[in-house]
C-alpha cells in the first residue's frame, strides 16, 4: 500500500510503499477513502507530541470501510462505512475510565495518528473502539473534516449548557468555526459569528449567523452586550487575545468554551466573579460522540468546505492547511 509517513520530528512528509498492516485481536483494518488534515497533525509533524515514535503516518480524520476484522471484535463487519478520529481508545478499567471521563484515561489513552499509524495511507488499523458508524448520506470527503473539526464543535456546543434561543457566539470562522456556526445554528441557538475582517461576514450569514462582529472595526465584548451578553462563547482561535478580548461579552453565568489551542490567556477574576462566568476546555470527543456528529450533520445538513487533495501530494496539502489560508478543511482522498 501506499502511505505518507513523517521519518523524524521535523522531517519531511514521505510517500513510501508499506506492507498492508494486519490487525492485532481487538482492532481492525480499515481501508481508507478520506483523511481530513488536521492543524494537530503538526505535533507529529515538529515532535512536539512527547514520546511520540518514529516513522509515524498522521492523521486522525478518517473515513473508509471496513476491511478485516482482528480476533474478539464484535459487531463490526467486513464492508461497513466507519470512521475514526483523534481519540483511538482507552483502558476502560482505570477509575476515570469507569467514571466514564475516557478523555482522562491514564492507563492506555490512544491518540489516532500519534500513538499508531494514522489515515494518511491506503489502509490502517485501529482499535475496534475508535469506530464510528457513518450515514449513507455523507460521502468520506464529506465526513472526514468531522471526525475532528466537526465533533469538536459540536461537543463543545452540546455540553455547553446553551439552550435553544440563547445567544451563543463563534470567535474564528476557520476550520473549526464554520462548522461551530452551522451547528449552533441548527441547534437553535441565536448564532453569532466573530472573526478578524469583513471578508467571512457574508459566509456567516449565509450559514445562519444572526450577526456578524468584525473584532478588528468594534469591540466584539461591547457588541455582544447588546444582545444581552453570549451565553455561550466557542473560542475556536488559536489566539489568546482574541479570546480576552471576547470574555466582557458573557452573560451572567455564560461559558467561554475554549477548543483552540492558543497560548496562555489572561482573565479578569472580577469578570468571573461577579457574573459568575466561566472558562471551560472541551475535549473533542470518543468514538461515539463523532457517530453523534455524523448523524446530526447528515440529517440537519451540516457540511464542511473542503478543498481536496490526492494522498501524493500530502505534503502540499499540509503546507495549504498551515497556511490558514484553505478554505475551509484540507482533505486527502484516496480515490483519486
Ligand atoms: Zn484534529
Ligand atoms: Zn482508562
Given at each position: 500500500m501506499r502511505a505518507v509517513q513523517?521519518?523524524?520530528?521535523k522531517g519531511p512528509f514521505e510517500l513510501v510503499e508499506r506492507e498492508i498492516p494486519e490487525p492485532q485481536a481487538g482492532w481492525i483494518r480499515i481501508k481508507v477513502q478520506a483523511c481530513g488534515i488536521c492543524h494537530s497533525d503538526s505535533l507529529v509533524k515538529d515532535g512536539t507530541w512527547p514520546g511520540i515514535q518514529y516513522p509515524r503516518v498522521p492523521g486522525h480524520e478518517i473515513i473508509g470501510v471496513v476491511d478485516l476484522v482482528g480476533e474478539g471484535v464484535k459487531p463490526w463487519k467486513n464492508g461497513q462505512r466507519v470512521g475514526v478520529g483523534w481519540?483511538?481508545?482507552?483502558?476502560?478499567?482505570c477509575d476515570h475510565c469507569r467514571r466514564g471521563?475516557?478523555?482522562?484515561?491514564?492507563v492506555a489513552l490512544l491518540t489516532t495518528g500519534i500513538s499508531f499509524d494514522g489515515g494518511y495511507a491506503e489502509y490502517m488499523v485501529a482499535p475496534a473502539e475508535a469506530l464510528a458508524r457513518v450515514p449513507n448520506e455523507l460521502s468520506a470527503v464529506d465526513g472526514a473534516p468531522l471526525m475532528c473539526a466537526g465533533v469538536t464543535t459540536f461537543n463543545a456546543l452540546r455540553n455547553s449548557g446553551a439552550r435553544p434561543g440563547d445567544v451563543v457566539a463563534v470567535v474564528g470562522i476557520g476550520g473549526l468555526g464554520h462548522l461551530g456556526v452551522q451547528f449552533a445554528v441548527k441547534m437553535g441557538f441565536k448564532t453569532v459569528a466573530i472573526a478578524?475582517?469583513?471578508?467571512k461576514e457574508p459566509l456567516a450569514k449565509k450559514l445562519g449567523a444572526i450577526h456578524y462582529i468584525d473584532s478588528r472595526e468594534k469591540n466584539p465584548a461591547a457588541e455582544l452586550n447588546k444582545f444581552g451578553g453570549a451565553k455561550v462563547i466557542i473560542a475556536t482561535v488559536t489566539n489568546a487575545d482574541a479570546m480576552t478580548a471576547v470574555l466582557?461579552?458573557?452573560?451572567?453565568?455564560g461559558v467561554l468554551m475554549v477548543i483552540g489551542a492558543a497560548g496562555p490567556l489572561s482573565v479578569d477574576p472580577i469578570l468571573l466573579i461577579s457574573g459568575q462566568r466561566s472558562v471551560k476546555g472541551w475535549y473533542s470527543g470518543t468514538s461515539v460522540d463523532s457517530q453523534d456528529t455524523l448523524s446530526f450533520s447528515a440529517s440537519s445538513g451540516v457540511h464542511s468546505m473542503n478543498e481536496v487533495f490526492p494522498l501524493e501530494r500530502a505534503a502540499e496539502a499540509y503546507e495549504r492547511m498551515m497556511?490558514?489560508?484553505?478554505?475551509?478543511r484540507v482533505v486527502l482522498s484516496m480515490e483519486g
Open positions: 513523517v521519518p523524524d520530528a481519540h483511538g481508545g482507552n483502558c476502560g478499567y471521563d475516557f478523555f482522562a484515561c491514564n478578524r475582517g469583513k471578508d466582557g461579552g458573557l452573560a451572567a453565568n497556511s490558514g489560508k484553505a478554505r475551509f
